[in-house]
Each structure stands twice: as structure tokens, then as C-alpha cells.
């Protein structure tokens, strides 16, 4: 049976018959000569009318209006991606189509605003995270982590890698996918039970055998703890190891950054730095590292510098990926820098500024503090662990997590995340994210919820 095409098909019966004809065939249905007949559908499908663009724009705003999103829901989620306010200026500036519609500045004399813009980004993070050197950029925070313990790999000669358990389990999947295949043996090391902090006992004798490149460890890791990157880094020097901490930036307006607590390597996820709630990107991941370091960076560097006329000017001043250089001899095979969100990151700290952007995190901090507090209050829940934290925490709470988040949802609140069994222990940890976006009053109406929610017991 020939079968024509139907619905939003723009092809007339001539176009059909013209295509048809270049290829050498009589009908559609020798297209699909090859399938087998067993796993072939046999009838039309069940497609309603054709809808008038109109009437196809309504229905698909009535099935959109039915997600759960940050704007339908108070959301509390974290674990890397937070909902923060960013300026309404922000959203301005990225949108000139010189930055909105620009690629990569090959060509320095044609793309001097971007590049401008784009080494005004590398200052401003390097300022941020505490190093001097810093790329621009990478796809996120995960390969941002995993690109750098390749840096580490790469400039230590050695192949073995010790990353804390508290890293995020989809960090640590995306460092196995990157180092495995290269003969990158991957140990890790475990938290103390009771504070959530890296066990540096454990860890420096991990490192005893000197074969170690270097430590990853993130900051505040999976239970929220904020890390001791000075007594890691202590630790790490000792056996002459590099460090790598990949941190929330915004923790860096609230405490010392950790490239001036001795990491050799830093590295972010960017979104928290003016970048919108996406389903998972594109987002942007940042490294800053020491200046010895700098020569195996992955991405780009723009530099700022003198024509042969003597007039100041920017250009990239390295891309050594394999685009540019010997396969081999390629620092990276990463193919693409999150220009766009990089200017975005830029345009959001120049808006902030330094005393606004440590006011952001003060708040942040004050925030997650008062709903700890408050939480704790109620029965039956309890701190999953002790260590200090910063916007986010783990609790512990008389039910399982994943039951509990579905009844905070159907009350219109986006709870938290659970925590892994694999680092709770049970299935009862939640790890709960506060910002500068929630109000008292939010966070009020949150511990009531939780206490409706949790007196249903586990049924």
C-alpha cells in the first residue's frame, strides 16, 4: 500500500516525485525497502488534524504551562546549579548581537570587543578564585574538574589521581570518562563521619607513596561542608602533590578563595555567576591555576598586549588544542569555549561589584543558616553532618528523601535533593539549597510545609 505523507509534511505531491525521481526511485515505499516487515508499522500513524499555527502555538503553551519549574515552584534544589537573581542589565549587554552572534575571535582585528570582553572575564575570575591564569572556558564545572586533574596528570608525568567521596557523584562519573581511557588510575578518599570533612590522616597516607599527581576535592562538597583546603593543601605540599578544588564561586565573597589557601588549581561551575536555571546548561566551567600551570590549560587565553605599531590591543595568546597543534602534542581535544556565558559571568561581577558580591554571599550564608536552625527543630530530624556550611545542608529526616520531596512538590515546593546512599548511608538524606531569592517568609513557609509532610510518617 503506497502511503503519502500527511499532517505538517511542506513537500507538494511534484516535490515528492522530484526527489523521488534524482534518487532513482518509483515511490516512497522503496525508501524502506530494507526494514523488515515484522518491525515496520504497517498503518498511518494516529496523528490528530493538522493544526493552523495559531491553534499548534496554543497547545503547546497549555502543555508547556503544565511543567514544574523555578517559576511555578519555591525551589530550594542544589548540588551545583542554584537559582540566584541576576540583573536585569546582565541580559542587556549579552544580548548585542556583537556578543549574542559572535565566534571564536580568530581574527583579532575584527573582534576586539569581544576579546576585550572576554579577558575583562579572565581578570575578573582569576580575582575570584585566587590564581593568576585562568582559561576561557570549558563546557561546565565537571569538565572543568576533570580537565584540570588531566593538567595535573600531564604536568606531574604521573597517572594516579586521588579524589575525595564527597565529590559529587556526577563529577566523579565525568572524571571517570575522562581519565580511565587514558590510563589514569583513580583512588578516593574518605570523609570523617561525623563533620563531613576530607580525612587528612587518610589522605596523606593515600599520598605516602609519591605517586600521586594530584587531589581533587570540592568545596562545600556533597554534604554542604565547606572543606579545610588549607590543611589539604598542607597535605598535598607535603608529599609534593598538586590540589585541585573545585568551589562554588559564590563562597569566595564570604571566605578566602582557595588559590590563597594553597590550591594549585581552582575550578567552577559558572552558573551561580549570572547564569539562568537551564536544565542542565549550557553553563560554563572555569580553571584558574598557578602561572607554572599555565601552559596546560585546555581552551583559550586572551591576552592583552601591543601591535607592531605600538597600539594596545587583545588577542588569543594561546589555543593549544588540537585544532591548532599536533594531535599529540594538544593539551586538551575540548572543542568549544562558552563565550557567550563568559561575557554574561563578566557582566554580572562588573554589575555586583566586589562589596555587592560579598553582601550576596553574607546573605546566602544567613539564609541556609536560618533554615538549618529551623529545621532542626523539628522532630525526628537532624544534622546529617557537623562540618560549617554555606548556602546548602544536609539533614538527616525521620523519612525517606525522595518521599518526602514528592510531598514538598505537590505542595509547590522543590524540597532539596537527596544525598546518595552511598554517602548518607540511608536513604533519608536531603541536601537543601537557600539564596539571596527566598525571603523569610519563604523559608517559613517551608518549615511548615516540612512539618505537614513529615508528621504523614512514611505512608
Known sequence: MERRPVGYNVHTGADIQAMLEVMGLQSIEQLFADVPPQVRLGRDLRLPP?????????DVRAMADRNQSALTHACYLGGGVYEHYIPAVVDAIVSRGEFLTAYTPYQ???SQGLLQALFEFQVLAGRLLGLDSVNCSVYDGATALAESCWMMCSSSGRRRIVVARAVWTEYREVLQTYL????????????????GLTDTAALSALLAA????GVALQSPNAFGVIEDVAAVAAACTASGTLLCVAVNPLLCGWLEAPGRNGADIVVCEGQPLGLPLSS???YIGIIACTKPLERFLPGRLVGRLHDINGKLGYALVKEDREQHVARDKATSHICSNQALNAVRVAAYLSALGEANFMQLARVNAAQARYLHERLLALPGVTALRSGVFFNEFAIELPVDAALFCERMRALGVFAGVPVSVELAGSSRGLLVAVTETKSLADLEAYVGFARACLSGGEG
Open 50 to 58: 493538522a493544526l493552523s499555527e495559531w491553534e499548534l502555538a496554543r
Open 108 to 110: 583579532p582585528e575584527m
Open 180 to 195: 580511565l581511557p587514558r590510563g589514569v588510575r583513580i583512588d578516593t578518599v574518605d570523609q570523617d563521619a561525623r563533620t
Open 210 to 213: 609519591g605517586d600521586v599527581a
Open 280 to 282: 542542565g546548561g549550557p
